[in-house]
C-alpha cells in the first residue's frame, strides 16, 4: 500500500531539506513505522524550492511555487496536487482540517481508487459558517483522524459525518532525531528506594543512566520534583498552576516545580505571581528553553509531569513524559483522557481549578511511585509510540481503501 502524507504549511526560515525533515521529524516517524506495517509512505510538500531526498525508505518530495510558507484557505496549490496525481498512491492524508478547498479539488484530481484521510492536528473549530463552508468541502474526504472520537465532533455540524472518524494518537517525538534513540525500558534494580534509584536501561540492554544520577546532571532537586513542559500561555494556563502548586508546596516544603519553555506570552504575569508569593519563591524555578535533545534528562530527573491545558489536538510533551516514567497529573480533556488510559495513569484535574489540581496532586502522589512510573512506560510503547500509531493507522487505511473498492472486489479482499 502507498500512502501519501501531504502538507502545505512550510517555514519560510528552512532553506534546506535535510532541515525541514529534521524539524518536521514527527511524520517522518509515523512514515518510517508504517514500513513494519508493509505501508509505503511518502511526503509531499510545498516549499522554497523544487527537491527530493530519500533517508532510510522514506521518500520525501518538495515542491516550488510563488507563494510563501503561510497558505491561505481561498488558494489552492496546482503544481502540488499534479505532483500528488502522478504518485499514485492508494491513500493521501492531508495534513490540516482547515485548507478544505484543495481537499475538494484532491478529490476531483485524483482517481476514484485513492482514498482520502484528513488530519486534525490542534485548534478550536472556528465559527459557525466557516465550520458550515469547511464541513461541505470536506465531506468529499472518506475519513478523518483526529486524537479521540469527542474531539471530532466539534468540528461536524451533523452527525452524518461521525462515522467517518478514525481515532488514532496525533504523533509521537524523537528526543534525538539523528540517532533516532529508542525509549528507555525501566528495569527493577536491587535498591527499593523507588523509582529515583532505579536503572533505566536502553531497548540493547545497555545501563541508561538512573535518576539520581540523571539530577545531579540536570541540577533539578526536590522531594517530589515536579515539571512543566509547554508554552507559557492561557491555553497552558500556568497560572492556575502556580496558585494550586502554592498549596501544595505549603503542604511539602521539600515539592519543587521546575518549568521549562519556548514561548512565554504570560512569562511576565508567571514572574510577578511567583514574586508575589513566599512559598513560590522557594518551590518554583522558571528554566526557560531547553534544547530538544536534552529534554529526555529532564523528564527522567522528574517525578510528575503537569499541565493545566484547556484543549489540546494531542499532547506531545504528555507523551514525552509517559515515555520517560513522569507521572502525570494534567487536566481532564479528551486526548489527555486517553493519552493516560481515561485516568489510570496518574490523576485528572479540572481546568481553570487550581482545587482541583490539589486534589489530583494528592491523589497523585499516594499513589506507589515505581509502578504508576513503570505502568507509565509500558502504556506509552503500547499505545503511544510510532511503532503503536503504525499499527492503528495501517489498519485504518486498509480500511478506507476497501471501502472505495467496486463492491465485487470489495467483498473479495474483506474475506
Known amino acids: 500500500m502507498k500512502v501519501i502524507q501531504l502538507f502545505y504549511f512550510y517555514d519560510e526560515r528552512l532553506h534546506d531539506e535535510r532541515a525541514f525533515i529534521r524539524q518536521y521529524y514527527t511524520t517522518t516517524g509515523w512514515s518510517e513505522a508504517l514500513l513494519a506495517e508493509g505501508v509505503q509512505s511518502r511526503i509531499v510538500t510545498r516549499f522554497g524550492r523544487d527537491g527530493y531526498y530519500e533517508e532510510r525508505g522514506i521518500q520525501h518530495h518538495f515542491c516550488a511555487d510563488k507563494r ?28 490540516s482540517l482547515t ?55 466539534e468540528w ?16 509521537a517525538t524523537f528526543f534525538d532525531y539523528d540517532t533516532r534513540d529508542k525509549a528507555p525500558i525501566l528495569q527493577p534494580g536491587g535498591n527499593s528506594g523507588g523509582l529515583k534509584a532505579e536503572t533505566f536501561r536502553k531497548n540493547d540492554g545497555t545501563v541508561f543512566t538512573n535518576r539520581i ?5 540536570t541540577g533539578l532537586s526536590g ?16 497560572l492556575t498552576i502556580l496558585e494550586g502548586f502554592a498549596q501544595v508546596a505549603a503542604q511539602h516544603p521539600q515539592a519543587r516545580l521546575y518549568m521549562i519553555y519556548h514561548e512565554g506570552v504570560l512569562e511576565e504575569a508567571v514572574r510577578q505571581r511567583i514574586q508575589q508569593h513566599p512559598t513560590l519563591q522557594n518551590s ?17 530527573s522528574a517525578d510528575y509531569f503537569i499541565l493545566g491545558s484547556h484543549h489540546e489536538g494531542s499532547g506531545y510533551a504528555l507523551s514525552e513524559a509517559l515515555r520517560c516514567g513522569c507521572v502525570p497529573i494534567v487536566t481532564a480533556i479528551p486526548s489527555f483522557r486517553m493519552m493516560t488510559d481515561g485516568g489510570r495513569l496518574g490523576a485528572f484535574w479540572q481546568p481553570g481549578d487550581a482545587s482541583s489540581f490539589v486534589t489530583a496532586a494528592g491523589q497523585a502522589m499516594r499513589q506507589p511511585l515505581q509502578p504508576t512510573g513503570e505502568a507509565c512506560m ?26 472505495r473498492q467496486p463492491f465485487p472486489t470489495r467483498r473479495m479482499a474483506l474475506k
Open 68 to 95: 510563501g510558507g503561510n497558505f491561505r484557505a481561498w488558494q489552492v496549490p496546482w503544481k502540488l496536487v499534479r505532483q500528488v496525481k502522478q504518485l499514485d498512491a492508494d491513500v493521501v492524508q492531508v495534513h
Open 99 to 153: 485548507l478544505s478547498l484543495p481537499t475538494f479539488v484532491l478529490r476531483w484530481m485524483l482517481p476514484r481508487k485513492t482514498a482520502i484521510i484528513v488530519q486534525h492536528h490542534g485548534g478550536r473549530s472556528p465559527g459557525r459558517i466557516k465550520r458550515l463552508l469547511h464541513n461541505l468541502l470536506n465531506s468529499v474526504a472518506d475519513a478523518f483522524f483526529f486524537t479521540t472520537h469527542e474531539q471530532g465532533a
Open 156 to 171: 461536524f455540524m451533523r452527525a452524518a459525518p461521525y462515522h467517518k472518524i478514525m481515532p488514532v494518537m496525533e504523533g
Open 213 to 217: 544520577a540523571m539530577r545531579q546532571l
Open 223 to 238: 522531594a517530589p520534583v515536579f515539571l512543566w513542559v509547554g508554552r507559557l500561555d492561557d491555553n497552558k494556563d500556568p
Open 284 to 300: 518554583v524555578h522558571l528554566l526557560g528553553r531547553i534544547g530538544h535533545e536534552k529534554m529526555m534528562n529532564y523528564y527522567h
Open 378 to 403: 509500558a502504556w506509552w510503547h503500547d499505545q503511544l509510540s510510532f511503532e503503536a500509531i503504525a499499527r492503528v493507522a495501517a489498519a485504518h487505511y486498509r480500511q478506507v481503501v476497501a471501502a
